[in-house]
């Protein structure tokens, strides 16, 4: 499957954004998707992840009650909704996909978005 991450953009703190993932193909709700960001000098981390029907999710502490992740699988869409953002949040955010179920190792999937940068000032 091939994707396309969009939505990323300069905010303040406090500000909302919403990420969105396009995939191609016709086998969408076949991968549980992930969300992962990574900051400049840092690794790729793992934000959240919801399973292939979207019945489960799973977040990094760090994000818990201010992001939301969905996923509308006749649109081939999932998304991301960010809220009350934080400097912390900056960071290049990337949409990827895993025939397992939902996993927070990088390794762990199989395609990957291009990534959209987020900027989140003080």
């Known amino acids: 499957v091939q994707l396309q991450a969009s939505g990323g953009g300069f905010v303040q703190a406090g500000d909302s954004l919403r990420l969105s993932c396009i995939a191609s193909?016709?086998?969408?709700?076949?991968?549980?998707m992930g969300w992962f960001r990574q900051a400049p000098g840092k690794e790729r981390d793992f934000v959240t992840a919801?399973?292939?029907?979207?019945?489960?999710?799973f977040y990094v502490d760090s994000v818990k009650g201010r992001f939301t992740i969905s996923r509308d699988n006749a649109k081939n869409m999932v998304y991301l909704q960010m809220n009350s953002l934080k400097p912390e949040d900056t960071a290049v955010y990337y949409c990827?996909?895993?025939?397992?179920?939902?996993?927070?190792?990088?390794?762990?999937?199989?395609?990957w978005g291009q990534g959209t940068q987020v900027t989140v000032s003080s």
């Open positions: 990827a996909a895993t025939t397992t179920y939902i996993r927070v190792l990088p390794d762990d999937y199989e395609s």
């Open positions: 193909g016709r086998t969408f709700s076949s991968y549980s």
């Open positions: 919801i399973s292939r029907k979207g019945g489960s999710t």
